[in-house]
């Protein structure tokens, strides 16, 4: 779409300036195409399609040549007299409250780590100067010393963003007197870029279009511990982050930031990771810095003590480094004011699965989980009702409607099964399966297991081998207790955070939804997800349409015309489209283990007991 947009700016001999920015978050829309005309006024549309660029362009900016104008007039013409029963206008949405329901999405966030978010390119420099880029450095090297420095995030009571929630003044701190109190005097500042979390973008989006807040963040860092060199550690898979994180330092270099005043120079790297979920963790991510294997070790001693090349280290998540620079520059009481008092601040979050609205949002600690979910999600989409929300990735624990009140505080969900985690939030609805989702999330974590440790790499083999045995309707009676036994024994006998936490998924779907898994037990699917549990078949509602057969892309219904259709059980595959394009809601969906023929609709089907097994 970039290339349409300069083509037709080009073609068109449009007077305006093209400005490539970045993410806005707002992945429900995208592509966004924004126009800022001379007095202020935007307009922006979201879902522009190649060819919408140039009728949005030529609403609002005129052809500067007559000739120019002709042709554009006559093309639009000849355009709107010959347009197919296709072509739709782009959806556009003002960015006053106009449009109530998008202006939730964007009015109900609040942002720090994703300030000016679409307002400028990640890699302009004149511009992150002039929104007040680098004020916070030059603060630190003008007025502040190192403690002084610690002491403004320490009162903060920023916390670490990675997962964990450490308290980062105190890390800081830590490493600044282990370095002082080392022979070498030295230490290291590493960004902590390696985000393996399934679905969750947001260091990525936070290193491609603020690259410049994040390695402000690392400089603050440096010079708060009395480091000269700093590593971002970001995957392979994530090329665009490198490359713009890389053109930023050069550009930092020739403008002078990495000389230090009194004569000292700062170094700063990529170094690029495989992509292996382990080395999030800050010891295997340090072992990998250091060409060995990625493997978690025993701690203490702590990576501030003995780290990288076995000198104090600070290890700080990408989006907790973003924070830095806004908390020195609007003092630690303007960042506590947003937040609560254990959790200041805000978060970001990668919103996902059955929502109306999804995409990358930063919104204030101590906001209800159903707040987020409705105001800036839109609810739940197709007529839905929300069964539960995943917090915190693979590691993190499902939350049912009824915690829908939780708020995003690591305590308040820590208490409630879940986790902060990197900031993954998924959405459920009455459609999902809660063994099938626990056995998802288990199997990318078993398969990401380092092996170090017997209980996770050996415990998550057998747990998954139970959530697969239950929904393949092969389930044992005392299926239930001995998974929640193994569960337990994981979490509390495995060496890092990332095995401790791996059974968090079980857990709390077993708290929660437990009613679930008895009856996957039995062979039963409650929420008639898991294919082995369930048949389709054909109901008198049907008209012989032969929709059903047409659209079976394994033959498995006959192609009967005027006569009610019949399914091969042998044959389907349990995709789900003969139901959806039966015109008459013919098709239902019932329980393998049915003995008496009488089917029941999933959609009038409620799930015993969902959510109500525990509240807390």
């Known amino acids: 779409m970039l290339h349409e947009v300069r083509r037709v700016v080009r073609d068109r001999r449009l007077p305006v300036a093209v400005r490539e920015v970045g993410c806005t978050g707002g992945s429900f829309h995208a592509p966004l195409l924004e126009v800022v005309l001379e007095d202020g006024h935007r307009f922006r549309y979201g879902r522009v399609r190649v060819k919408d660029v140039e009728p949005v362009l030529l609403a609002h900016v005129k052809p500067t040549l007559l000739a120019a104008r002709v042709q554009a007039t006559v093309r639009a013409w000849a355009e709107q007299a010959f347009a197919g029963e296709g072509d739709e206008p782009p959806v556009r949405f003002p960015l006053s409250v106009r449009d109530q329901a998008d202006a939730c999405y964007w009015l109900s966030q609040q942002r720090i780590a994703t300030e000016g978010a679409g307002e400028w390119p990640p890699l302009d420099y004149e511009d992150y100067r002039r929104s007040g880029g680098f004020a916070a450095l030059e603060r630190c090297r003008d007025e502040l010393t190192p403690t002084q420095v610690i002491d403004v995030i320490e009162a903060a009571g920023l916390r670490g963003r990675g997962g964990g929630g450490f308290p980062t003044g105190r890390k800081w701190r830590a490493v600044a007197q282990a370095r002082a109190a080392s022979d070498a005097h030295t230490a290291y500042v590493v960004c902590n870029g390696d985000e393996g979390d399934p679905g969750a973008f947001m260091d990525r989006m936070l290193l491609e279009s603020y690259p410049f807040r994040v390695l402000e963040g690392m400089l603050v860092a440096l010079h708060a511990v009395g480091a000269v060199e700093g590593v971002l550690y970001i995957r392979h898979e994530y090329p665009l982050a490198v490359s713009r994180i890389r053109a930023a330092i050069e550009e930092l270099e020739q403008r002078g930031w990495l000389m230090l005043r009194d004569g000292r120079s700062l170094a700063l790297r990529v170094a690029e990771g495989a992509g292996a979920f382990v080395c999030g963790e800050e010891t295997a991510l340090l072992a990998s810095l250091e060409g060995r294997r990625g493997v978690p070790r025993l701690r203490p001693p702590y990576p501030s003590e003995r780290g990288f090349r076995a000198c104090p280290t600070l290890v700080n998540n990408v989006e907790t480094l973003a924070m830095v620079p806004w908390i020195v520059r609007h003092g630690a009481e303007a960042f506590r ?4 008092a254990g959790s200041a601040g805000t978060k970001t ?3 996902a699965g059955k929502v109306e609205r999804g995409g990358l949002i930063e919104v204030p600690m101590g906001l209800s989980l159903g707040e987020i979910v409705t105001r800036i999600g839109g609810g739940v989409g197709g007529g839905r009702t929300l069964k539960a929300v995943q917090v915190g990735g693979p590691s993190g624990g499902c939350l049912p409607a009824a915690q829908a009140g939780t708020p995003v505080d690591f305590e308040a969900l820590a208490q409630a099964g879940g986790m902060m985690g990197s900031g993954g939030m998924v959405v459920l609805d009455d459609t999902d399966c809660m063994v099938d989702i626990a056995r998802y999330f288990l199997a990318f974590t078993q398969l990401e297991s380092c092996g170090q440790c017997t209980g996770c790499r050996i415990g998550t083999r057998r747990m998954l081998e139970i959530l697969e045995r239950l929904c393949e309707g092969h389930g044992q009676p005392d299926d ?9 024994v994981v979490r509390d006998g495995s060496l890092c955070g990332l095995g401790r936490t791996a059974p968090n998924p079980v857990l709390s779907t077993l708290r929660y939804f437990r009613a679930e898994y008895e009856a996957h037990a039995l062979g039963i699917c409650p929420a008639r997800k898991c294919r082995a549990l369930i048949v389709y078949r054909v109901t008198a509602r049907c008209i012989g349409c032969t ?13 009967t015309p005027l006569e009610r259709a019949e399914i091969d059980p042998s044959l389907c595959t349990r995709c789900d489209i003969c139901r959806q394009v039966c015109p008459e809601n013919a098709i239902e969906i019932a329980d393998t283990n049915q003995d008496n023929g009488r089917t029941e609709p999933a959609e009038g089907r409620a799930t015993p007991s ?7």
């Not at 239930?480 to 337990?488: D, G």
């Not at 929709?547 to 192609?559: E, S, T």
């Open 337 to 340: 004011t947003v937040g609560t």
């Open 349 to 351: 979050f990668a919103l």
């Open 480 to 488: 239930v207790e001995r998974l929640e036994r193994l569960a337990r």
């Open 547 to 559: 929709l059903c057969a047409q659209n079976c892309p394994v033959a498995a219904i006959a192609f």
């Open 610 to 616: 969902v959510g109500q097994e525990e509240s807390a």
